[in-house]
């Protein structure tokens, strides 16, 4: 059973920061092909936030371009997303995404439980 375990959300206020993480786990060995974050606000699509590909390649939203860093850990197989410069519009529930393939098994994508980042002015 694959498991994506976030923390790290939290209350902040505006200009602070937070770091997410999300752990990836499962029963049997696995490929991951791309992991990313997501957020939600209210009233609002669900919408990419950074996503980093197997190859390593990293992606960010343009509104969160130099205030957000991803980065990942392969031997945990665990991604992290750095927020710095935090604003009240990034206030949203954040979620893990992964797309990968537990052995002896179909490909598929993957979400965790959420975790809510509060920015305050």
């Known amino acids: 059973q694959v498991q994506l375990v976030e923390s790290g959300g939290g209350l902040v206020q505006a200009g602070g920061s937070l770091r997410l993480s999300c752990a990836a786990s499962?029963?049997?060995?696995?490929?991951?092909?791309?992991m990313g974050w997501y957020r939600q606000a209210p009233s609002k699509q669900r919408e990419l936030v950074a996503g980093?590909?197997?190859?390593?390649?990293?992606e960010y939203a343009d509104a969160v371009k130099g205030r957000f860093t991803m980065s990942r850990d392969n031997a945990k197989n665990t991604v992290y997303l750095e927020m710095n410069s935090l604003k009240p519009e990034d206030t949203a529930v954040y979620y893990c995404?992964?797309?990968?393939?537990?052995?002896?098994?179909?490909?598929?994508?993957?979400w965790g439980q959420g975790t809510q980042v509060s920015v305050s002015a």
């Open positions: 995404n992964a797309d990968l393939q537990p052995s002896g098994r179909g490909r598929s994508v993957y």
């Open positions: 499962s029963g049997s060995f696995f490929t991951i092909y791309a």
């Open positions: 980093v590909t197997g190859g390593g390649n990293i």
